[in-house]
């Protein structure tokens, strides 16, 4: 497959789905305007428009771009993981019916599953495996 190459620590919470500490990713508290893509293919994921302070530890978006991120119910019915529906990488969980904005969605993203592109920064090419 041709994948970014990805750091331990990211391996370790893309590929073994572990999630970051909270309040230690670069994009918590990180509010300036572009596209957050997947950082193992790329994937344009989040507008900063869908971004918001959810006081969680970790970034937060309240909408995904079109078909860029699949949502897989855990056996337990609790959680909901969610990953780009491109390279299946593990991006967070999403949870509903918090009431935090209109959309009443939380999608919880790690940092270390991201990459930031400013605008004005042309977006780089999708990879696929």
């Known amino acids: 497959m041709v994948y970014n190459g990805l750091s331990t620590e990211e391996r370790r919470i893309i590929e073994n789905k572990v999630t970051e500490r ?15 893509i997947c950082k193992r293919c790329n994937s344009p994921l989040f507008s900063s428009k869908a971004k918001f302070d959810a006081r969680c ?50 999608h919880c993203a790690n940092s270390l599953s991201l990459k930031f592109v400013p605008v004005g920064s042309e977006l780089p090419g999708v990879l696929t495996p």
């Open 22 to 36: 909270p309040f230690s990713g670069e994009y918590d508290d990180f509010y300036n305007e572009g596209v957050y």
């Open 57 to 106: 530890g970790w970034p937060a978006f309240d909408e995904h771009f079109d078909g860029a991120v699949k949502w897989i119910p855990y056996p337990d019915g609790v959680r909901t993981e969610i990953v780009c529906a491109r390279c299946e990488g593990h991006l967070g969980h999403v949870f509903e019916g918090e009431g935090l904005t209109p959309k009443n969605t939380r």
